[in-house]
């Protein structure tokens, strides 16, 4: 056995570095926060978890779209007119546009569509009991109903039935299928508009449409079925009004008639006949009054003893004459003196013309005085006709009111009558011509296309919700997962800096040593990061001495032994002297070499048996570094760890070689790991990729006392790792892996078996 001596390998002198980590913003991953970079990371980490779970969900549509019935909807649209009765003839103009009250009958129309009894009326005429969608005596069990029947009891028997009882259960039946049918029409209004929209659903679509024009044609049948028997109900009720308002305005005729005769009224209105012939005598005792003043201011003219005031056509041309001859008497009398002939002449005509001028006087003057007198006895008998008048006035104005009562009662039954025999005859001369105030716009076509379900908007529904349900189970996951999956997770989570991300090895080599492929395989991704591992330990290495590394996990099955081998194999390939103590002693686990005999148990030297020469294993053919280790199960490992020996163990080897890694028990389950690392110059708390979670890696530092000089991720998949989008520098050896291997090795590679190491240790 040659144990290469620390003086025999030449130490590159490395510069020690002083590491720089943030403190953590957040104390544990519920520091995480999801912005949009975040965010689509997230998303990419769980891709398979949304996959998955939108394919479950559209499957699951899918199934249950097959296993549903389909229904067919088919709809009818009715149009509710509006009534403005502006004709003058009593009736109502229809027209389309909307009255100011309109909107409170077309919800009336709307109750009555949804209404029960037009729903029981359809259900009748269609005879939906015997159907066996709505008849549920005629429905076949659902798959549901017939598996929960296996397990449930029998009905009971039911004895003979009472005819009460039997014309119970069909009404009962009845009620139920007109329920039935209620949950299978729906009447909604268009818009704002005055269409009313009937909807009918079906399993069948020529039913489906049956039952929308169904309802549709009873509603209107109803609204003229109610208005004709409204008519004739009003047409037999103004037909027996009419007739008694016929005999109580004849007998208030005839009352009017036998009071008129009794209180002698010609007219219909006596007083207007009285006030007409009292302002007629009025006038003719007015002027018979004047009449008798004029002749008695004639008669008075004659009272003189010549009558020189009367007057009349023959007294003037009398008197006329006269002057003719009292003139030709001056002429004759101055020409021819008063004895001549025609002086005489002329005087005898002069005589003879004032005698008949005084027999005129007195005939005129007696004719005077008697038309004088008739004047005055006409006046007399006006005035004795007016007070007569007034008297008889004042008596009928006396019975006036009563008649006038019998009148009004007469004319407000004629008016009565008259307006009753008016609508009467209007209603008599509509006969069957009814109409009502809904029309049919469209009726209900066949349905060819389902309503429900619908395939295409169902699958596009299911779609965005599994989207959603994907998006909330992913944050759901996200947030519940602590495992450490990133260097930066490590140094925000645990506050210590993530020296290394080792990769998984998918080819390991054929000896099933993992350290092998730093040698066999020294551009591998795994062989670069155990570099870089170990180049981030150099600043912890102490100025004098060897380097003492302590690799531990928090749980066991992490990785830590293949990472202690690992860094121990590239310290020898580096040109130093490295050791691997396996100090692992409750989980005995004997690291392979060629020859083992010879070699002493650690727990010898521990209990002071042996030598240190006697427990270091050194092969080159097997391991280019130093094994020190167990042979068997330890029997008390704790008194073993917690020994003196120990110490002296480290010394020793600090003094021999110039890399000592300190394969430690896992942390949580024992406290060997914290003894063990007062004794170490770095620990290295190595977490397995995607399995670690951040409570047991918080609580193995806190045990550690905060001594750790960083994390290592181990066993990372480097491709998920960039697929997920991580920020991590690291991420970038995913595409780069090929540029680190030689092109025979990429081929060997290729050529060889692909094989998984799964649980592989060394």
Do not use: C
């Not at 549901?144 to 009472?162: D, K, N, W, Y």
């Not at 006895?377 to 004795?384: F, I, P, S």
């Not at 180049?535 to 066991?556: K, M, R």
């Amino acid at each position: 056995m040659n144990v290469p001596s620390r003086d025999l390998v030449e130490r590159e002198p490395w510069p020690r570095q002083v590491l720089a980590v943030e403190p953590a913003a957040q104390a544990g991953p519920q520091g995480k926060q999801f912005g949009f970079t975040e965010l689509v990371r997230m998303l990419r980490r769980r891709k398979f978890l949304i996959i998955f779970t939108i394919m479950g969900v559209l499957a699951a549509t899918f199934a249950m779209l097959k296993m549903m019935e389909p229904v067919y909807s088919s709809t009818a649209v009715v149009m509710v007119e509006s009534e403005t009765p502006d004709d003058g003839t009593g009736s109502a103009v229809k027209t389309v546009a909307l009255a100011p009250n309109d909107e409170l009958r077309i919800a009336t129309k709307m109750e009555l569509l949804q209404s029960r009894s037009l729903a029981r009326k359809v259900a009748g005429k269609l005879g939906l009991e015997r159907d066996p969608e709505f008849a549920e005596n005629d429905r076949e069990p659902g798959p549901v109903s017939r598996i929960l029947g296996l397990f449930m009891a029998p009905e009971p028997e039911v004895g003979p039935q009472t005819p009460a009882q039997k014309e119970a259960a069909r009404v009962a039946e009845i009620e139920a299928v007109t329920d039935r049918l209620i949950n299978h029409v729906t009447v909604e209004r268009v818009a704002k508009s005055n269409l009313i929209r009937v909807v009918a659903d079906s399993n069948d679509p020529d039913k489906a449409a049956l039952i929308a024009n169904s309802y549709v044609d009873t509603h209107i049948a109803s609204q003229l079925a109610s208005e004709r028997e409204a008519n004739e109900k009003e047409l037999a009720q103004l037909t027996k009004r009419v007739a008694a308002l016929r005999e109580d305005l004849r007998f208030a005729d005839s009352a009017v008639a036998r009071y008129r005769e009794a209180n002698g009224f010609i007219t219909a209105r006596p007083d207007g006949l009285n006030q007409a012939q009292m302002a007629q005598l009025s006038g003719a005792l007015a002027q018979a009054r004047a009449q008798r003043a004029q002749t008695g201011s004639r008669a008075s003219l004659f009272s003189g003893p010549r009558g020189d005031g009367a007057t009349s056509a023959l007294l003037n041309d009398l008197r006329g004459q006269q002057a003719t001859l009292d003139k030709r008497l001056a002429e004759l009398s101055v020409l021819y003196g008063p004895n001549h002939p025609d002086v005489r002449n002329t005087k005898a005509q002069l005589t003879a013309i004032g005698a008949r001028i005084n027999e005129e006087i007195g005939r005129v003057g007696t004719g005077l005085r008697n038309e004088a007198a008739v004047s005055q006895a006409e006046e007399g008998q006006l005035a004795r006709d007016v007070r007569a008048l007034k008297s008889q006035s004042f008596q009928e104005i006396a019975a006036t009111p009563a008649l006038l009562d019998l009148e009004r009662d007469a004319e407000t039954g004629q008016t009565l009558y008259v307006s009753l025999l008016s609508r009467l005859k209007d209603i008599s001369g509509k006969g069957n011509d009814s109409h009502v105030d809904t029309s049919i716009v469209s009726r209900a076509p066949v349905p060819v296309v389902p309503s429900h379900p619908a395939p295409k908007q169902t699958l596009a529904a299911a779609f965005v919700g599994s989207l959603a349900l994907a998006f909330i189970l992913a944050i759901i996951a996200e947030t519940r997962d602590n495992r450490m999956r990133t260097a930066e997770q490590v140094e925000r989570w645990l506050n210590v800096p993530a020296l290394s991300l080792i990769p998984e090895v998918r080819n390991p080599p054929e000896s099933d040593r993992l350290y092998d492929v730093l040698s066999l395989q020294p551009r591998s991704a795994f062989s670069e990061a155990i570099r870089t591992l170990l180049i981030e330990l150099q600043p912890e290495a102490p100025s004098s001495g060897g380097h003492v590394v302590l690799v531990t996990s928090p749980l066991g099955g992490e990785g830590k032994r293949t990472i202690a081998t690992s860094l121990a194999a590239a310290a020898a390939s580096a040109g130093r002297s490295a050791v691997m103590v396996d100090l692992d002693l409750r989980k005995f686990d004997r690291v392979h070499h060629a020859d083992p005999a010879g070699v002493a148990d650690i727990q010898a030297y521990l209990m002071a048996r042996v030598e240190l020469d006697q427990v270091i294993a050194f092969d080159e053919a097997f391991a280019p570094f130093a094994i020190v280790t167990a042979l068997g199960p330890a029997r008390d490992p704790g008194s073993l760890i917690a020994s003196p020996r120990l110490a002296l163990l480290i010394a020793q080897l600090r003094e021999r070689f110039d890399f000592i890694v300190l394969n430690a028990p896992p942390v949580l389950p024992v406290r060997d790991a914290k003894i063990i690392a007062k004794l170490a110059d770095s620990t290295l708390l190595i977490l397995r990729w995607g399995a670690t979670s951040f409570e047991a890696a918080r609580i193995a530092i806190t045990i550690l006392e905060g001594k750790v000089a960083g994390a290592v991720l181990n066993r990372v998949d480097y491709r998920r790792h960039k697929n997920h989008g991580n920020a991590d520098p690291i991420h970038h050896m995913a595409s780069l892996d090929r540029y680190y291997r030689e092109a025979a090795e990429i081929e060997e590679e290729e050529a060889r078996p692909r094989l998984r190491l799964g649980n592989w240790k060394p």
